[in-house]
């Protein structure tokens, strides 16, 4: 990319609408804009952060009556000179404009390009950068959250103290290196110890809160089990309140797997129906049986339900069997129970105790899904306790190249803990030390990053952010 030039790109989506809006940055945003739009006032005579209104011309024949937003710079998003045009929402005629600026020497942005510029101009660091797309990309109340408070920069200014302390304890290191001959030490050990262990105490928790921070990001995956004609459809059409899957009496009609996505309380969700779990001789519904497994092992959760009447305690053992043991959470719902006598006949304990020993958590309910009955209560109880796997005031990161940073961030620390009880020479302690810089510093980009992988991270960006 080249940066030199001025770029120019439809902020609102390429489709009509009532208005849109068209961002321009660079060095000649305000001396072309002046040349095409008819205003009282020069804008370059105008103050950063002011509204003109007046018409975009074509020669003499009027284009749109516009209103232009003015930021210049380094007081703007992209820290350059900034115009953004508000239009009539026509594809036409935002099209028309665009070419206008575009004859006039401008070019179309490429991909996350505004934000990039930045990004390269010290606006906003790597991390804060993703947390754009990310912001841009929620659709939940508790996606939003955490995309505001990374784009805040809430991971980063705990990481860039961290890691200016560890730069002062490279550089005692260096010196004493440079006074090798002299038997002096400038680095506190001790204090480079403590450093180190407080590095730990934020580290780790930020890699344990990734698994929550994409299933959060990405949606919840929970597949709904049971044996065939349980209710697993009629609890998802009750969730969703509307038919997606084949809903009938006849066992083994939802042969393959569906999928949805719901918001339950500001927590998204990827539900899940699967085929019914049982013996049998039909090859398709075989394969849907063996699919229903596979998408309960990829899956956070499992709700497994389970009519009384027609289950016993052992069958639903057999059945969950397959999922012992695979870090899976499990919701035992007992259904149909507007059938039933007596309600909430849930299982004995003793098999209770004994899931418990090969799942994360055990919750239990009783439902009606085909009435609806208790569905709410249900929608809610899951949304809670996803919340419970992360406590409100602690960071949360969502990018797996965080993650992986992270990760041989605290490998670093271990091999310099490991080098200090070994006494291991100053020149290779330091050697660790600056590789746990680096590690920190790529999170945020205070170190030079791949040219692939700052345009994977800013490609995935529409063209006008």
Request: negative net charge; proline residues 2%; glycine residues 6%.
């Amino acid at each position: 990319m080249n940066f030199e030039e001025t770029i120019i790109a439809p902020a609102s989506g390429n489709s009509s609408a009532a208005i849109a809006l068209i961002r321009i940055s660079g060095s000649q945003a305000i001396e072309t804009t002046e040349a095409l739009f008819k205003t009282r006032k020069k804008l370059s005579a105008s103050a950063s952060h002011t509204l003109h209104f007046g018409k975009i011309m074509d020669g003499d024949e009027i284009v749109d009556e516009v209103l232009v937003s003015l930021f210049k710079n380094p007081h703007s998003y992209t820290g350059e000179d900034v115009v953004e045009i508000s239009c009539h929402g026509s594809v036409y005629i935002q099209q028309r404009i665009i070419d206008l600026f575009i004859s006039k020497g401008l070019r179309m942005a490429n991909p996350g390009e505004f934000t990039m510029r930045a990004f390269k101009n010290g606006k906003l660091d790597l991390a804060q950068a993703e947390a754009v797309g990310d912001l841009i990309a929620s659709d939940s109340k508790a996606s939003h959250k955490i995309a505001m408070n990374q784009m805040r920069g809430g991971i980063s200014n705990d990481l860039q103290a961290l890691r200016k302390e560890l730069i002062h304890f490279a550089a005692m290191i260096e010196l004493e290196l440079d006074f090798s001959g002299e038997d002096v030490e400038f680095a506190d050990r001790t204090g480079l110890m403590n450093l180190l262990s407080k590095l730990k105490q934020h580290i780790q928790p930020l890699i344990d809160s990734f698994a929550y921070g994409n299933a959060i990001k990405q949606g919840v995956p929970v597949a709904i089990l049971g044996k065939p004609n349980a209710g697993k459809s009629s609890l998802l059409n009750a969730l969703l309140k509307e038919d997606r899957a084949i809903v009938s009496d006849i066992a083994g009609t939802t042969r393959d797997t569906i999928e949805d996505v719901i918001i339950l309380n500001g927590i998204k969700f990827r539900l899940i129906d699967t085929a019914g779990l049982r013996e049998t001789t039909d090859t398709i519904e075989a394969m849907g049986v063996k699919r229903s497994i596979q998408n309960a092992l990829k899956s956070k959760m499992v709700l497994f339900l389970y009519d009384r009447q027609d289950t016993t305690e052992e069958e639903i053992l057999e059945m969950l069997k397959p999922l012992f043991d695979k870090e899976l959470d499990l919701f035992l719902i007992e259904n149909k129970i507007d059938k039933h006598p007596h309600k909430e006949e849930f299982l004995s304990r003793d098999v209770i105790a004994m899931l418990k020993q090969h799942f994360e958590a055990v919750n239990e309910q009783a439902i009606s899904a085909h009435q609806a009955e208790s569905v709410h209560e249900l929608a809610e109880n899951l949304a809670e306790f996803v919340k419970s796997w992360h406590q409100d005031d602690q960071m949360v990161i969502t990018q797996t190249r965080h993650l992986h940073a992270l990760k041989s961030t605290l490998d670093s620390i271990h091999d310099i803990e490991n080098a200090m009880e070994m006494n291991i020479p100053s020149d290779l302690v330091a050697q660790d030390i600056r590789l746990a810089i680096q590690h920190l510093g790529s999170i945020t980009g205070e170190i030079d990053v791949d040219k692939d992988i700052l345009e994977t991270i800013f490609g995935s960006f529409c063209i006008g952010k």
